[in-house]
């Protein structure tokens, strides 16, 4: 998984709960993504990141905020876990020398909000 | 804007016949083009891409796509399918404009059976 790691890879939460997903890598790469994948809609960016302390929101950013203090880590924290948040969430990175560079994608985080 | 059309959620093909997987796609400005893999619980991985460069794209495991301006198409094939590509297919797009963020297709499931 090009040295991506996803922890934790399964969670089980209750509704209204803070919850928080995160992506370690260790190449070095400057661009880090979080995506969701649901059925029938493929994978949709919640937020990116193109450096440290620098963020973007994606397509479905609403109820999700990210932190990224250092190269490696990307966080992604729902502040108030909803049910339409139960997804698979989807780390990816990229060197960002180019917009048409490889994103390499982790193994995925399981959310269930109950 | 840009978006994706994966024309069928679901192929059946038997083992060792060919494998078509169809995506249609729009882009207001010369578009770069993914097809990913993403095998049962794990994450993606990517089979091959188009920058630009030669229209008959090879990747990994035997599978090629062609890119088509004049029908918006960059369709998946394989001579001849095998038990191990059992998989779901996604194709993607981004370009310049896009800074990167890649537009998913909802998926195509392939199923082979033996």
């Known amino acids: 998984d090009a040295g991506i790691t996803q922890s934790p890879r399964h969670k089980v939460t209750e509704t209204g709960t803070p919850v928080t997903l995160r992506c370690h890598q260790t190449?070095?790469?400057?661009?880090m993504y979080w995506y969701r994948q649901d059925p029938g809609h493929g994978l949709r960016l919640i937020h990116y990141?193109?450096?440290?302390?620098?963020?973007d929101k994606g397509e479905v950013s609403d109820g999700y905020s990210v932190s990224r203090s250092k190269t490696e880590d990307f966080l992604l924290t729902l502040e108030s876990a909803t049910s339409s948040q139960t997804s698979v969430y989807f780390c990816?990175?990229?060197?960002?020398?180019?917009?048409?560079?490889?994103?390499?994608f982790g193994p995925g985080t399981r959310l269930t909000v109950l | 804007a840009q978006s994706v059309t994966q024309l069928d959620s679901h192929v059946s093909v038997s083992e060792g016949t060919p494998v078509l997987l169809r995506c249609n796609y729009s882009s207001s400005y010369s578009p770069s083009l993914f097809w990913y893999v993403q095998h049962p619980n794990k994450g993606l991985q990517l089979l091959l891409k188009y920058t630009s460069a030669a229209t008959l794209v090879k990747g990994i495991n035997g599978f090629e796509a062609e890119f088509k301006k004049s029908e918006t198409s960059f369709h998946l094939t394989k001579p001849s399918a095998h038990m191990s590509d059992a998989a779901e297919y996604f194709c993607v797009v981004t370009s310049y404009n896009q800074g990167g963020k890649l537009i998913f297709g909802q998926g195509t499931e392939l199923s082979v059976k033996p």
């Open positions: 190449e070095n790469h400057r661009y």
């Open positions: 990141s193109y450096g440290v302390k620098d963020t």
């Open positions: 990816a990175i990229s060197p960002g020398l180019s917009v048409t560079d490889t994103q390499y």
